[in-house]
């Protein structure tokens, strides 16, 4: 079993065991193997659960069911999704006796579908940061860099991949928190059309803007985790890039963003373009004031679910995030209810624009990923937050409810990936991770795997 | 017993409350700047436009 397999592809994992090249079960201690050796230094997991997915290994190479489109294949969730028997912790001292008695229903939909859970993963907790900082389990570092962020919060589900720990992870995306960790460590993350994957039996953030979502290292494997996971699944699409309109925003998604960044973005247009694909200029709507429109929103909605645990344990809340609900509490029933109503005003121009376009190109993240323990990324020499600069692109779509995937597109010259972000139209989650697809099997870059030693 | 303090509220303490409108731990660094631009939207009219819901088909 070779070190190779952990970096492969969900799709080839999956075509390995049902050829029976692999077993459910060597796959299981490979996977036990990397965890174990490498926990501390990934701080990947919260907690792993090796020895149930070694028994449920063993059922599944005695009766390998090719009908189930994931079996066999070994996964990790954020811990914020409830997994019977475990506590579900949210990353934070304030739930460490939560033990829950019933699978989130994402959860279910995975086990039912065949896939073997292996454990849970760290994050910001409660998901409220993009940087992945956790004072109690630690900050999971870059694969590429440890002295750099995985980002978040689903820090620990883009550690469990890119450390080759898992073939797949599940996590939450409140403003960019899968797509943008994806990024920072050279996977592909997806979420999808708001509401298409249930957020039953996860622990939320803020009801408006929380969205599932999968943590891969192929654009393929979204596709196949959303097979299983989507509420409506619909038949496939084939897209093709040529004559297909690409809206390229005029504003905001191209501004203080590191030049190399820029230069594989533009690198991707011109393979886009030669492809036959139309890049078409598009006008954004004003974006002077959606930070504050989405913290009108999710900071009340997150107190309001936090209230119940406020009396009793506020005193467990790291400072940041009492900060936070804090400011909550100090936000009036109009502005939070104006917010909403700015979000309506997003979801109609946008979808006024894809009446235009197919699909929007962006990059991912305006920066690489941020040094552990830094505050401030200056880009243009402009300064903002690290946690504000790494969700920059991302947390609009949470708003609009747009699907939207990134993937690797280029390597900085600092050793670490560059990623692209591509947004589709309600409901257009399938025809999205196809055109993905396509970029990622004929544009000519290949990711090189992290040196783990 | 004035309307205001009938609110209930968490008790957050002090420092926490202090922490917004005059940040000095690096949390919170935008409060007013926040409050600020809910002002200016405040004063958009955003005509009959609802609130944002669930998103459906079209």
């Given at each position: 079993m070779t070190a190779t397999l952990a970096f492969a592809s969900l799709s080839e994992i999956s075509s390995r065991l049902r050829n029976r090249e692999v077993s459910a079960t060597e796959l299981i201690?490979?996977?036990?193997?990397?965890?174990?050796?490498?926990?501390?230094?990934?701080?990947?997991?919260?907690?792993?659960?090796?020895?149930?997915?070694?028994?449920?290994?063993?059922?599944?190479?005695?009766?390998?069911?090719d009908e189930l489109p994931l079996n066999g294949i070994p996964y990790s969730c954020k811990d914020l999704f409830n997994v019977k028997g475990l506590p579900t912790t949210g990353g934070s001292q304030v739930l460490q006796d939560n033990l829950v008695h019933e699978d989130a229903e994402v959860v279910k939909r995975m086990n039912q579908a065949g896939a073997n859970f292996i454990g849970k993963n760290n994050l910001h907790e409660f998901a409220y940061g993009a940087t992945g900082e956790n004072t109690l389990y630690g900050t999971p570092p870059n694969p590429y860099d440890p002295s750099r962020l995985a980002g978040g919060s689903s820090s620990g589900s883009a550690a469990a991949v890119g450390f080759g720990l898992c073939a797949a992870a599940l996590g939450t995306d409140t403003g960019g928190s899968v797509r943008a960790p994806a990024s920072l460590c050279g996977l592909v993350g997806f979420k999808p059309t708001y509401g298409r994957i249930s957020t039953e039996g996860v622990v939320p953030y803020s009801w408006t803007l929380d969205h599932v979502g999968t943590l891969t290292r192929k654009a393929a494997d979204a596709g196949l985790l959303f097979d299983s996971l989507?509420?409506?699944?619909?038949?496939?699409?084939?897209?093709?890039?040529?004559?297909?309109?690409?809206?390229?925003?005029?504003?905001?998604?191209f501004e203080r963003c590191d030049s190399e960044i820029l230069d594989s973005i533009d690198a991707l247009m011109n393979f886009l373009h030669r492809e036959g694909a139309i890049l078409k200029p598009v006008p954004m709507p004003s974006m002077e004031f959606t930070r504050a429109v989405s913290l009108a929103v999710q900071m009340p909605e997150a107190l309001s679910y936090h209230n119940r645990y406020l009396e009793q344990r506020g005193h467990l809340y790291s400072r940041d995030f009492r900060a936070g609900l804090a400011l909550g509490q100090c936000l009036l029933a109009e502005q939070y209810i104006r917010g909403k109503r700015f979000i309506e005003t997003y979801r109609n121009d946008m979808d006024r624009l894809f009446a235009e376009v197919d699909v929007i190109l962006t990059p991912a993240t305006p920066v690489i990923a941020p040094k552990i323990g830094v505050i401030e990324v200056t880009v243009d020499g402009y300064a903002e937050p690290a946690g504000n600069a790494i969700t920059r692109y991302t947390s609009f779509f949470n708003m609009t409810g747009h699907p939207a995937i990134t993937l690797p597109c280029g390597m900085h010259s600092k050793g670490l990936p560059i990623g692209a972000q591509l947004v589709g139209k309600h409901f257009g989650d399938e025809q999205l991770i196809d055109i993905a697809q396509q970029v990622e099997s004929g544009y000519d870059f290949e990711l090189p795997l992290p040196d783990l030693g | 017993m004035g309307i205001r303090d009938q609110f209930g509220s968490y008790a957050w303490d002090d420092a926490e409350i202090s922490e917004l409108v005059d940040p000095k731990l690096g949390i919170i660094t935008g409060f007013q700047e926040l409050l600020d631009q809910l002002e200016v939207l405040r004063k958009i009219d955003l005509e009959a436009t609802p609130p944002a819901g669930d998103i459906s088909p079209k």
């Open positions: 201690d490979l996977y036990a193997d990397r965890i174990e050796r490498l926990a501390e230094e990934s701080k990947a997991f919260i907690c792993v659960d090796i020895e149930a997915a070694r028994g449920r290994a063993a059922s599944i190479d005695k009766n390998f069911d989507a509420s409506e699944p619909k038949t496939p699409v084939q897209t093709s890039l040529h004559n297909l309109t690409i809206g390229i925003p005029q504003s905001f998604f | -």
